[in-house]
């Protein structure tokens, strides 16, 4: 009876064994491969603040920093922008020439060997799909007061501005179809950055996936297209709808997309594999060689959004370059990591705040208005609330250039800027002459920085015999109302582009949409409608240095300070360089090289 | 009964209903989707104004706004119609999918937290009710204390400091110096002594004791390089079991049940038997085979205390059982510390064990054991930061509630005809202390998925909590109403749920139909 039981004991002990073999790991305790990342290029893990949540960056909702952060390192173009702000060529994918000035023609080739990284070159039908869908040449859709769509149909939801391309009309190709020739109706001053920087979107992918045979036949679907006219819309083409639709919102994903085809590179890098809201890993393109070669074989990004645990990341080695916003707490904290070897770059950003007058009410008269201006602190507010984090920061002299541009140095000189460096109460209550106007000044009370110089700009100009009204508002209000004529004067901030010259009239332009302050020269009118026809860009910057010293003369208002960048990056890389536009620390993300 | 949790369902989805309103219109008015867009000096503003608005609905008013979300949101009461829409973010990813991603990152993060905080917490009551006004009493309660009112994201920036960074840097030369050695004994002497009773001479004696005992055994532990390569080995996990078989048998049974006590240790007998042969299965392991192992141990305990005999072979089987189960931890354990060595050396690791952030290391390639490590080390500081600071509810509730149980009149009862102490405390007091308990745990498993804001953030771990708050700092109604929803729903269905149990626990609930 005993000897039963236990022999039967024994038997399920043993069968138990077998079963729990069976269902051992195939790979049977092998040790990790743990020299993959190691070899010769080795590897780098860079921090980013948002997760990537699309392969097309040119879309609305894909338009976000990571998604283009990504795109530059996984394909490649005409041409990048250097931490100088320059256009600078990359022969070696191909070639652009502008034939001729009038009527603006340029014409890119893209050199033989190219590739995508599923074998298929790219050709004149990749370009071919970029101008469809960045031109916006076949909408003919207009939009109503409130902003909906009234009649007609938007195909490509393209994040970027139209109006270039939209001024050229479908392309000729030719070089065995190896190039496009674009032909502008009127010159067009920003024609270099508006085509082929990137060449991201396959034309052959969107094409089997939306039911064409080949890119071919997506081609010369869209050449017999005709042009889109919202004055007389038509029925919406349901196949090129399906295109849009696919290259609107087919590349969007968090995770590795199953097919591989969603996901091509043709840059120096290519996605192996993401891990949604986590990370994502980029390996060098075994077959690039059109462009800057990388040093290292892959780059891992994580998804820190927290400044501090950014830089706990980076002290504790899991990070090799990071980015954080920057702070007088985070430039102190990576400061303090310098012993370890961490490198620390701060410089100004593309992102300035700025005072604007309003030329009406109090501000009608130029005198109160250069009063206002002369009362202004700029070096004090400067000092506050930028020093902290850069203290090689310097007040801001030009309403059009930033510092990191060439035209910076010569216009802010001329501008008649200098009048305005330091705080004149006296020369201000001389031009005042006895009189006490109340000036109420609009700015986002939430934005800590704009509240200081609120501060700063009502303690001084009160000295000058201005009656200051705090017309601060919450963050969710205060945008609304710009222009809307409910104060006399704002402080906020504008982006420069960096490149590119389209958003000036949009600024400063009579009537213009992002004119605020009604703002209106007849010159710098007739200089700006000169300057978006430039193609030339140191005709460019001459205009540009005319048109800022008319708005420095007409008591415009004042730019105050550059906001700060930082990044950071630890003893195991080098080659990183700052930069002040979006593309941070990515730029020449080829010269990253590990220790 | 039915009729209650009808009409409780009812109630529910009319909460829900004018809170997810609630909830709308304030998000709604928390900022301006637009306002970047707005000082946006590009050329194409209208348009992407025009974008932007068409995404939203933002022409049309919040109030209807919210009408809009409910229809959409409405689909997901359809079964397998697939067509639940929640809506999508500003980056045109589906809030459904978000959700997905989001829960299992939260799960992930505060599932081991929470059941640990309940069974630390509720052991750590219980012993203080039993030792009431005691040096260990006054303790707990002042370390409770203190760490439930520390701020969350400090404690976590000092755990990665210290835990992480300090520890890391620690491990390059992994000697424990005297000071630190002193320090540390002293801590855990003052410990052992707050723990002991009796005599201040035996006190005394237990401080120095155990204070000696750190003291050696770091040094020895130090010198030995056993922090870079650790193991337990045959011996301390035979020690080890035999005081697992001991220490479970007296709660379990007592250790005058021989019978109880023999079926532990004959169990813990065979773990450590079985401890060589068991080696090169686990060198294969899977998850599907350790939880096969676990199950096959607690048979094997089952089994040696059903054969055991006796006149109480329930005692026997929980004795062994439990014993066979922790015995099994043991191995475990020593297995991962085998692992240690090589996850440490791993290329992508680089000799720096305990991360600051995330969920486990990008593209780390190992095999069961170290791809685990890397999991747990990832997990050790922010599940560590959520323990400290809900472990004081847990304690401070389960002592009072273990307090009363002791002064109740059943209690003197059980006392007074002979029951050991052992028994009045394991059967009679401690399963009713645990009634009042089952409410807290239960909406606590509730709040869970919720997820938490600030812990996540500091880890960086994008669970529900950094939804939530990334979508309100962006103005982005739809994660936020995506989140209201998920968490809303499983706190009114815990809530019910509390109240179910709570009556089945306690027949003097009833609940009223």
């Known amino acids: 009876m005993r000897f039963a039981r236990i022999s039967k004991a024994v038997g399920v002990a043993a069968v138990a064994a077998l079963a729990l073999s069976a269902c051992a790991s195939t790979t049977g305790g092998n040790s990790s491969t743990s020299s993959a990342g190691g070899q010769a290029g080795g590897s780098a893990t860079v921090v980013e603040v948002n997760g990537f949540s699309s392969f097309n960056t040119n879309t609305a909702n894909g338009n976000s920093d990571i998604n283009s952060k990504i795109d530059y390192a996984t394909h490649s173009g005409f041409n990048y922008i250097d931490n100088k702000l320059n256009v600078v060529k990359n022969e070696k994918f191909g070639k652009y020439e502008k034939i001729s000035d009038n009527p603006l023609t340029v014409k890119y080739t893209i050199n033989d060997g190219v590739k995508w990284s599923d074998g298929a070159p790219v050709t004149a039908n990749d370009l071919i799909l970029q101008w469809a869908t960045f031109s916006g040449f076949y909408n003919d859709s207009k939009l109503n007061d409130k902003g909906d769509i009234a009649s007609g149909t938007t195909y490509f939801q393209y994040a970027g501005d139209t109006s270039g391309l939209g001024l050229t009309e479908f392309p000729e190709i030719g070089d065995n179809g190896q190039s496009v020739t674009l032909k502008y109706s009127k010159p067009f001053a920003d024609w270099e950055i508006a085509f082929g920087s990137l060449v991201d979107i396959p034309s052959h992918v969107m094409a089997t996936k939306s039911g064409f045979k080949d890119a071919d036949a997506l081609t010369a679907f869209l050449k017999a297209l005709p042009k889109g006219n919202p004055e007389a819309p038509v029925t919406a083409s349901p196949e090129l709808q399906k295109v849009a639709d696919l290259w609107n919102a087919g590349f969007d994903t968090k995770t590795m997309p199953t097919d591989p085809a969603l996901a091509l590179s043709n840059g120096a890098f290519m996605v192996k594999s993401m891990d949604p809201e986590q990370s994502m890993t980029l390996v060098k393109n075994p077959d690039y060689n059109w462009g800057p070669a990388a040093s290292l074989d892959s780059i891992t990004v994580r998804y820190i959004s927290d400044p501090a645990a950014q830089i706990a990341a980076l002290k504790n080695g899991e990070a090799d370059i990071i980015a954080p916003q920057a702070s007088a707490d985070t430039v102190s904290q990576l400061k303090a990591l310098e012993s370890q070897g961490v490198t620390v770059e701060q410089d100004a950003q593309l992102a300035y705040d700025h005072l604007d007058l309003n030329f009406s009410g109090v501000f009608a008269d130029a005198n109160v208005r250069e009063a206002f201006m002369k009362a202004t602190p700029r070096q004090d507010i400067l000092d506050k609330i930028i020093k902290p984090l850069d203290d090689k920061a310097k007040v801001l002299d030009s309403q059009i250039f930033i510092p990191a541009q060439a035209g910076y140095e010569n216009s802010a000189k001329n501008n008649g800027s200098s009048a305005f460096d330091k705080v004149d109460i006296d020369g201000a209550k001389k031009l005042l002459n006895g009189a006490t106007p109340t000036v109420r000044i609009m700015y986002n009370k939430d934005n800590p920085n704009r509240a200081d110089a609120y501060t700063l700009i009502a303690a001084s100009a009160t000295k000058a015999g201005f009656n200051i009204v705090d017309g601060g508002l919450g963050k969710s209000d205060w945008s609304k109302a710009l222009g809307n004529g409910t104060y006399d004067a704002t402080i906020f901030g504008w982006t420069s582009p960096g490149v590119g010259v389209s958003s000036v009239p949009q600024l400063f332009k009579s009537g213009a949409e992002s004119n605020f302050s009604g703002f209106s020269n007849p010159d710098a009118d007739k200089l700006m409608e000169e300057l978006i026809v430039t193609t030339d860009k140191s005709k460019q910057d001459e205009i540009n240095t005319k048109i800022d010293k008319l708005i420095w003369d007409s008591k415009y208002g004042a730019p105050l300070f550059q906001s700060v960048g930082v990044d950071a ?27 | 009964m039915v009729t209650y949790i009808v009409r409780r369902l009812v109630t529910a989805v009319l909460i829900l209903l004018g809170a ?494």
């Not at chain 2, 004791?209 to 055994?217: K, M, N, R, S």
């Not at chain 2, 001991?246 to 007998?269: E, R, V």
């Open chain 2, 20 to 513: 997810s309103f609630l909830v709308y219109l304030l998000t709604a008015a928390s900022g301006d989707p637009l306002a970047e867009l707005r000082a946006n000096p590009s050329p194409n503003k209208t348009q992407l104004i025009q974008q932007r608005t068409e995404l939203l609905h933002l022409n049309v008013p919040a109030p209807l706004r919210y009408f809009i979300w409910l229809k959409g949101a409405a689909g997901c009461l359809i079964p397998f119609a697939n067509s639940c829409d929640l809506g999508t973010n500003l980056q045109g990813q589906p809030v459904t999918e978000q959700l997905g991603l989001a829960m299992v990152q939260t799960l992930s993060l505060v599932t081991v937290a929470t059941l640990l905080a309940i069974l630390i917490g509720v052991t750590l009551g219980i012993i203080t009710a039993l030792r009431q006004y005691s040096a260990l009493d006054y303790g707990v309660t002042f370390m409770a204390f203190l760490f439930f009112s520390l701020p969350i994201f400090w404690a976590a920036v000092l755990l990665k400091e210290y835990g992480a960074i300090g520890f890391n840097n620690f491990l390059r030369d992994a000697v424990v110096p005297i000071p630190v050695t002193i320090v540390l004994a002293l801590v855990f002497g003052l410990i052992a002594m707050a723990v002991s009773t009796g005599a201040w001479k035996r006190r005394w004696m237990v401080f120095g004791i155990t204070a000696a005992a750190t003291a050696i055994i770091l040094q020895l532990l130090s010198v030995t390089g056993w922090f870079t390569n650790p193991g337990l080995g045959i011996v301390v996990i035979a020690i080890t079991a035999v005081g697992v078989a001991f220490g479970i048998t007296t709660l379990s049974a007592g250790l005058k049940n021989k019978k109880a006590l023999y079926s532990a240790l004959i169990t813990a007998g065979i773990g450590v038997v079985l401890y060589f042969p068991i080696q090169p299965l686990l060198a294969a392991a899977t998850p599907l085979m350790i939880v096969l192992l676990a199950i096959a141990a607690i048979a094997v305990g089952i089994a040696v205390g059903y054969f055991m005999g006796g006149y109480d072979r329930g005692q026997n089987i929980r004795s062994a059982a439990l014993t066979a189960f922790l015995v099994g931890a043991l191995i475990m354990a020593d297995r991962f510390m085998q692992s240690w060595p090589e996850y440490f050396n791993n290329s992508k690791i680089r000799g720096r064990p305990i991360p600051t952030i995330g969920a486990s290391t990008p593209n780390f390639d190992g095999d069961f054991w170290t791809s685990s490590l890397d999991r747990m080390t990832h997990l050790l500081l922010p599940t560590i930061a959520l323990i400290l600071i809900s472990i004081a509810s847990y304690t401070r509730y389960s002592r009072g509630s273990m307090l009363e149980i002791m002064n109740m009149d059943f209690i003197r009862t059980a006392r007074a005809k002979g029951l050991s102490e052992r028994t009045v405390v394991m059967r009679h007091a401690f399963r009713n202390a645990l009634i009042p308990l089952a409410t807290i745990v239960a909406f606590d498993i509730g709040g869970l998925i919720g997820g938490a804001v600030i812990t996540e953030r500091v880890f960086s771990f994008s669970g529900m909590g950094s939804m939530f708050a990334q979508g309100l700092l962006s103005v982005d109604p739809n994660p936020v109403m995506g989140f209201f929803v998920v968490v809303g729903i499983t706190a009114l269905v815990f809530n019910l749920l509390a109240d179910l149990v709570y009556s089945a626990l306690d027949p003097r609930v009833k609940v009223k139909s």
């Open chain 1, 569 to 595: 990056y630890s003893d195991k890389i080098t080659g990183v360089k700052y930069m002040p536009n979006q593309t941070g620390v990515w730029w020449n993300f080829w010269e990253w090289s590990a220790k």
